[in-house]
């Protein structure tokens, strides 16, 4: 069985900036894409950011500009670089690691921006 672990979230002023990693307690064969998803109170869970096994990126428009996803993939990590955060990023951030046979989950990890 996978881990998971989310870390790097917490409580940022407008305009500030987090960054988000998750970890993978051992390696992943056959991803897919590795993705960050969000779920703001009293919302759908949405895709905020993917990554593909070539590469190429894809972000939610919202957040275009402002948050760059990577990965290294030799430490089995995934980061999520958010820059001049809104209140209306505070969500629970959760990672995923797609392959064709499952989706790898984190537990989830609480941002908040507010003054």
């Known amino acids: 069985q996978v881990q998971m672990v989310e870390s790097g979230g917490g409580l940022v002023q407008p305009g500030g900036s987090l960054r988000l990693s998750c970890a993978a307690s051992?390696?992943?064969?056959?991803?897919?894409?590795m993705d960050w998803y969000r779920q703001p109170p009293g919302k759908d869970r949405d895709l905020v950011a993917r990554?593909?096994?070539?590469?190429?990126?894809e972000y939610m428009d919202s957040v275009q500009g402002r948050f760059t996803i990577s990965t290294d993939n030799g430490k089995n990590m995934l980061y999520l670089e958010m820059n001049s955060l809104k209140p209306e990023d505070t969500a629970v951030y959760y990672c995923?690691?797609?392959?064709?046979?499952?989706?790898?989950w984190g537990q989830g990890i609480q941002v908040t921006v507010s003054s």
């Open positions: 990554i593909r096994n070539s590469g190429a990126t």
């Open positions: 995923v690691w797609k392959t064709p046979w499952e989706d790898h």
């Open positions: 051992r390696t992943i064969f056959s991803i897919n894409t």
